[in-house]
């Protein structure tokens, strides 16, 4: 039974401390004071019965009482938003979509199941959403997206979610045509010789792509940019001899024109699983499936993603 003393701002000032990691800044998103803020975090602990945030660091971190009610209460606080949207929506017959799409998805797979799912619903309006995962995951559990499109989850940041795996994509370093390197046998020291471009810590791909740079006996290189934005780095290497370590997604259509091109490697490290994550228990939702459809169609239908 819920508590009666529950309240919406309990849960929206709860949900918004745990996303910005503190107090100060939740209310400034609210627009409410900090001190009222603070009030409402307490009232909540003492209704749950349940210290929900680690408060000895700088920032406030959520103990694990406070990660099991996020999960629940970003679930409700979500579906009740949506029942809300759809209701606000029949008179015009509109629907909207939140979508979250990472890079490797942002240049190919989803832009062409975008226009798919439009064919058969040019009603509903897709708001398209890019960001680091780690954000993006984070906003698709608390209701803010209603799906999001790329690489699988880390280890431990998957909490209260599903994905679906569409298909294998290589991570590769790519190169412009004529590169020193481009259509010789090379050996892994040369590729210290010039400046490297790799993904931030952040990033789903951080790890394999630093494992196999280790495996080659090269450690921990500084890299020149730490970069997984399509615009910023076909443009870099295209007019250096940078080498760019990326989703081969993100550059697809370049390597297919020729702008661009792989270093060849044999190395397994360099990869991981695409697909979709969605929240766990969310409720049916016809129109989101058939946008999951289109995805599903658009990936069997590019096998050549994987490459």
Not at 210 to 238: D, T
Request: overall charge neutral; glycine content about 8%; proline content about 7%.
């Amino acid at each position: 039974m819920i508590h009666p003393h529950l309240r919406m701002r309990h849960l929206r000032v709860f949900l918004e401390t745990a996303r910005l990691g503190s107090l100060s800044a939740a209310a400034e998103t609210l627009h409410v004071s900090q001190p009222a803020a603070s009030k409402t975090v307490r009232e909540l602990e003492d209704i749950l019965n349940a210290q929900l945030f680690d408060r000895s660091g700088r920032r406030l971190a959520l103990t694990r009482a406070g990660k099991i009610f996020q999960q629940y209460a970003g679930t409700a606080l979500a579906d009740l938003e949506r029942g809300q949207r759809l209701l606000s929506d029949l008179p015009q017959h509109q629907r909207k979509l939140a979508v979250g799409v990472l890079p490797t998805a942002a240049t190919g797979l989803f832009p062409d199941a975008a226009a798919r799912f439009r064919e058969t619903h040019p009603d509903c309006t897709l708001r398209v959403s890019t960001g680091p995962n780690w954000l993006l995951l984070s906003q698709l559990r608390e209701g803010a997206l209603d799906i999001v499109v790329g690489r699988m989850p880390a280890t431990g940041t998957g909490e209260g979610l599903s994905f679906r795996q569409l298909y294998w994509e290589r991570v590769v370093p790519v190169i412009r045509p004529g590169h020193p390197l481009a259509g010789q046998d090379w050996e892994p020291s040369e590729l210290l010789r010039y400046p490297l471009m790799l993904p931030p810590a952040g990033a789903v791909i951080s790890g394999s792509v630093r494992a196999f740079l280790q495996s080659l006996g090269l450690g921990e290189p500084i890299p020149a940019y730490e970069n997984v934005s399509h615009a910023f780095g076909r443009r870099v290497v295209a007019r250096s001899d940078t080498i760019w370590f990326i989703s081969a997604g993100v550059v697809r259509a370049e390597l297919d024109s020729g702008e661009l091109s792989v270093l060849p490697v044999q190395n397994e490290l360099l990869g991981g699983p695409l697909g979709i994550s969605l929240r766990e228990g969310m409720l049916p939702d016809p129109v989101l499936q058939d946008l999951v459809e289109a995805l599903v169609a658009v990936a069997a239908a590019h096998p050549a993603q994987e490459g």
